[in-house]
C-alpha cells in the first residue's frame, strides 16, 4: 500500500528563515506528487504539483520542490519564508496508472509551520 | 468559475443518527473524491466517484458510503455514528484528464455526541 511520510511534525522558524520540509513516500510505480497548504480557516489549498520532466518544480508564493526518484523523496523549500507562511503542509501522492491519474490520494501527516515575526 | 461546494458547514448529531453531506464539484469536473480530516489520523481517503460510479474506496466501514448525481454532485452518507466519526470532512473534485489535480472545498464538521 502506499504511503507518504513527512519528516517533522512542527517547525518553528523566524522570518527570513529558509525551509526545508521533508517527504517521503513509498511506493515503486509511477507516481504523481503535490504539496498542499491549509491557511488557518481556510480550505487545502494546492502549492505545486510534480507530473514529469524537469525534477525540480516551482509553486506559488516562492515556493519549490525537488523530485528524486531514487530517494522517493519530494521535498518542499523556501529560501526566505514570512510570517504569513504560517500554515499547516501536506505532501500527497497518488498513482499514475496508464497515463490517467486517479482520484485518490495519499497523504502524509502533516507539517504545521509557524513563522514568527 | 465557483469552486467547490460543500454544505452544510458544521453539524452536530448524537451517536446512533445518520448524517448526509453534499458536495457540488466545480463546473465541468467529473470526478469527486471524499476525504476524513482528523488530528490523530490526518487526512484518509473514503471513496472517489466518476461518472455515478464508484472508482475506488479506502479503508473504511461499510457506514460510510456515497453517491454521485448525473450532474456530479455527490453526497456521502455515515449511518449508525460513533463519537469517532467527530472529523473534519472533505470534499474534492477534479477534471478527468491524465494530469489531473484535485480542488478541494471548505470541509464539513462533524461533531458526534
Known amino acids: 500500500a502506499q504511503s507518504v511520510s513527512q519528516h517533522n511534525h512542527h517547525v518553528i522558524l523566524s522570518e527570513a528563515a529558509s525551509l526545508e520540509l521533508g517527504c517521503n513516500y513509498s511506493y515503486g510505480g509511477t507516481v504523481n506528487l503535490f504539496w498542499y497548504v491549509q491557511y488557518p480557516g481556510q480550505h487545502l489549498q494546492l502549492l505545486l504539483k510534480y507530473f514529469s520532466g524537469d525534477p525540480l518544480v516551482k509553486g506559488i508564493k516562492g515556493f519549490e520542490a525537488e523530485f528524486i526518484k531514487s530517494k522517493f523523496s519530494f521535498n518542499l523549500r523556501k529560501p526566505s519564508v514570512q510570517w504569513s507562511d504560517t500554515a499547516e503542509y501536506f505532501c500527497?501522492?497518488?498513482?499514475?496508472?496508464?497515463?490517467?491519474?486517479?482520484?485518490?490520494?495519499?497523504f502524509g501527516q502533516g507539517t504545521i509551520l509557524t513563522v514568527h515575526p | 468559475k465557483a469552486g467547490v461546494t460543500q454544505t452544510p458547514r458544521y453539524l452536530i448529531k448524537t451517536r446512533g443518527q445518520q448524517v448526509t453531506l453534499s458536495c457540488s464539484p466545480i463546473?465541468?469536473?467529473?470526478?469527486v473524491s471524499w476525504y476524513q480530516q482528523t488530528p490523530g489520523q490526518g487526512l484518509q481517503f473514503l471513496f472517489e466517484y466518476f461518472s455515478e460510479t464508484q472508482r475506488n474506496k479506502g479503508n473504511f466501514p461499510g457506514r460510510f458510503s456515497g453517491r454521485q448525481f448525473s450532474n456530479s454532485r455527490s453526497e456521502m452518507n455515515v449511518s449508525t455514528l460513533e463519537l469517532g466519526d467527530s472529523a473534519l470532512y472533505l470534499c474534492?473534485?477534479?477534471?478527468?484528464?491524465?494530469?489531473?489535480?484535485?480542488?478541494f472545498g471548505a470541509g464539513t464538521r462533524l461533531s458526534v455526541l
Open positions: 500527497a501522492v497518488n498513482l499514475n496508472a496508464g497515463g490517467t491519474s486517479y482520484g485518490k490520494l495519499t
Open positions: 474534492a473534485s477534479s477534471e478527468e484528464i491524465a494530469k489531473n489535480i484535485q480542488y
Open positions: 463546473s465541468g469536473h467529473r470526478s
